[in-house]
């Protein structure tokens, strides 16, 4: 589970607060004369003056998101302040929007992904998955990518990357030492670049995988509040899709690096003894080990069983079906989702004892230390990012903007789909995903009503594209994280990376247009009855 995702250089998981270059600077000053301008200047809906007032404020936190101009987290308490001052929502309704199920889903996988982190369980993994694939060149760039994208599916790629890297220096290490500089060169880079891509694609194939699928999950449920149960995404559905885009990505992307851009030569083994030394060192496994794996299998199991997988002619049951008439709504609706199963899996392992005989390790499998440890700037940026969604369905911007592109009704929505993917993923080579994903889901909504056509043909795309950043090493953590260690030129980067991203926006195209339209029931010469009934249900803005 990606803590995030894809935003670049501590850009993301540090709050974006480091380096003040002069597009900070510059995009601080922009943002604050597009929100002046437009309050004093704009008149986007004449009948409805708390348009134009939040498009001031869509725009300022734009420009900031885009260019740092600020951290992150700070722009994103932005909602807090301008709401209420400019009559779109009260402060009472705002500071709600920031926490959510959402959230807790967010914050009770990341403590699960944390105690595989302080066990060091994800190592095991990692060891296992390269012992079982092999060790000839190819063989070797394939098991570092599969266990990079497993473990991303579930724990940061942040943390992935830095242990998976830290592998990876071994390795590379005993091939120099074997082989010399020279001739392991294109295996290096292929090695490192895996790693990066394998984090990334990873991400994708899961809701928890990174913050822009929770982000859409969330962003569409304020966008269409009326949408019934069976149109929000379960995480087993959205793994119908994300998975086989995963797998497809995997391949493809260690072809290109093993027999396109750096085939290495075959006699390059890796000596077995190297990963069983490292696993040997990991020791026995342990109680605490066991344990988080349990917890992990169950949690997963629990999360993709929960709720009815429809697959075609047949109907999986989810087990929430057996839960106690108080589970229910009167509408005979589940009161219980994805968040609630986090959190309790999570509160489990406050519970069981460690039984580590180190006497520095904590007494039980997660403590105290483990609330320093979420990224709480995360949570703001996705609250921040959902209090702009509801703004824009508050001061019927959503409304306006879709109107704007009422035309596109009847365009090849084949092209739009593509065009949108292109935009997001070159967008966010330079710009955090999340927050991307956020200024732009509620601006696709009402683009897809203005369309007549399904939501999910827009939305689901972009947020698949905004994790497909593989060009700079500024895109993403995993690409910085191994820029970082000093093997890797910029040029080697971005050669490969310009064409996976082509790649990427064909295979997410295609893929959405076979897979996901059976996967998510989509119609796209149709739009539903609930989202056309959300042009004429907004909730009006405070100010007339």
Request: aromatic share 10%; glycine share 8%; hydrophobic share 55%.
């Amino acid at each position: 589970m990606s803590a995030e995702s894809s935003s670049a250089t501590q850009h993301e998981i540090e709050g974006a607060g480091g380096s003040k270059g002069i597009a900070s600077r510059l995009g601080f000053w922009l943002g604050l004369a597009a929100f002046v301008g437009i309050l004093l200047w704009g008149n986007l809906d004449p009948d409805r003056p708390a348009v134009t007032r939040m498009g001031a404020v869509a725009a300022l936190m734009a420009i900031w998101w885009i260019t740092d101009a600020i951290p992150l987290a700070a722009t994103a308490l932005v909602p807090l302040v301008a709401f209420p001052i400019l009559g779109i929502m009260s402060g009472k309704e705002t500071a709600p929007v920031y926490i959510n199920d959402t959230i807790f889903l967010f914050v009770g996988g990341f403590m699960i992904a944390l105690a595989m982190e302080r066990w060091q369980l994800h190592r095991r993994i990692a060891l296992r998955i390269i012992q079982l694939i092999g060790s000839s060149p190819a063989r070797l760039v394939l098991s570092f990518m599969v266990a990079s994208a497993f473990l991303s599916m579930w724990i940061s790629n942040t943390a992935t990357a830095i242990m998976m890297l830290a592998i990876g220096m071994a390795i590379i290490a005993e091939e120099e030492a074997r082989f010399g500089k020279e001739r392991t060169h294109k295996l290096t880079i292929a090695l490192l670049l895996g790693i990066a891509y394998g984090c990334s694609v990873g991400g994708m194939a899961t809701l928890v995988g990174t913050p822009p699928n929770l982000s859409f999950v969330r962003l569409f449920a304020i966008a269409f509040p009326n949408s019934p149960p069976e149109a929000r995404i379960s995480f087993a559905q959205w793994m119908l899709l994300g998975v086989p885009i995963m797998l497809v990505m995997l391949v493809i992307i260690w072809a290109l690096l093993t027999q396109v851009f750096f085939r290495s030569p075959a006699d390059l083994r890796l000596s077995s003894d190297v990963i069983r030394d490292e696993y040997r060192a990991l020791g026995s496994i342990r109680f605490c080990e066991v344990a988080v794996l349990i917890v992990f299998a169950a949690t997963a199991a629990l999360w993709v069983f929960r709720s009815d997988l429809n697959l075609g002619g047949f109907t999986l049951p989810g087990w929430s079906r057996l839960l106690p008439a108080t589970a229910f709504d009167a509408d005979g609706r589940t009161l219980l989702d994805d968040g609630t199963v986090a959190m309790a899996m999570a509160l489990l392992l406050f519970l069981i004892p460690s039984r580590s005989s180190d006497s520095q390790a904590p007494s039980r499998i997660l403590d105290i230390d483990v609330f320093r440890r979420i990224p709480w700037h995360i949570v703001l940026l996705f609250g921040g990012g959902f209090a702009l969604a509801n703004g824009f369905k508050a001061s019927g911007l959503s409304d306006f903007i879709g109107g704007q592109f009422s035309s596109l009704a009847g365009a090849p929505p084949i092209v739009v789909v593509a065009s949108i993917c292109g935009v997001l993923t070159f967008m966010t080579e330079l710009t955090s995903n999340t927050a991307t994903t956020e200024m732009a889901m509620p601006i696709l909504a009402s683009v897809a009503v203005a369309m007549k056509t399904h939501p999910y043909l827009l939305m689901i795309p972009a947020t698949l594209s905004a994790s497909c950043a593989f060009m700079m090493p500024v895109a993403t953590p995993p690409n910085a994280i191994v820029f970082g260690s000093g093997r890797l030129k910029i040029l080697d980067m971005v050669k490969i990376g310009f064409l996976i991203n082509l790649i990427g926006i064909l295979v997410i195209t295609v893929l959405f247009y076979t897979v996901g339209f059976w996967a998510f029931h989509i119609d796209p010469s149709e739009v539903p009855d609930w989202a056309v009934k959300e042009t004429s249900t907004n909730a009006p803005a405070l100010v007339p």
